[in-house]
């Protein structure tokens, strides 16, 4: 009797859960990992944002003009004035919704930085994720990475494993321009 009321207790508690639970973990990296790791690095401002279903799940797609350029080692070449298309998956399409902790998130009109890598497909994605774009208010980076819900993988000094919420601390944008032009130089000797 004892096992049947327990059995019976821990169904109606599995009947009150959420259906649905998500969560995302992101590897944690240092700003000079993605800028070493980014084909791209530009300043930009966001012209559009669309979202549509692609076998019925939602994607946007970005279009960014590129107003200044700060790191180019990709295949291709890209100038100022560029519009350069950056597809990410999530967002709402139709009733459907897929949210995506620690995703980039985009505002139309809005100035950006971003590190960018580019895709076989021909479409650009940010590099490290949330970790990669920076909104710019006047003269200060803000990142969106302490905004997020997703929990980042920490490597300790001895390779221990930790997950910790995010740490960010703002930048400006010519600390970030100076820490792109280290990264470059220390990369290439």
Known sequence: MKLYVCC?????????????????????E???????????????????????????????????????????????EILEGDELPIRLMGGEVDGKKLVIEGRPQFVK?????????????????????V?????VAGDKLIN?????NAMFVRRGDKGQVSFEAPVVEQKTISQMKAMIKKVAEESTR
């Open 131 to 135: 970790q990669g774009l920076y909104h």
């Open 8 to 28: 019976l207790n821990l169904l109606m508690a599995l009947m009150i859960l959420p259906t649905n639970a998500y969560s995302t973990t992101i590897m944690e």
């Open 109 to 129: 009109d809005e100035d950006v930085l971003v590190a960018l890598k580019l895709a076989e497909s021909g479409f650009f994605y940010v590099a490290g994720n």
């Open 30 to 76: 240092k700003a000079e990992a993605i800028i070493e790791r980014a084909d791209f690095i530009v300043s930009a401002t966001v012209i559009d944002i669309t979202a549509r279903l692609e076998n019925d799940v939602p994607f946007e797609y970005i279009t960014i003009k590129v107003k200044e350029i700060h790191k180019q080692d990709g295949a291709i």
């Open 144 to 148: 969106d990475t302490a905004e997020t």
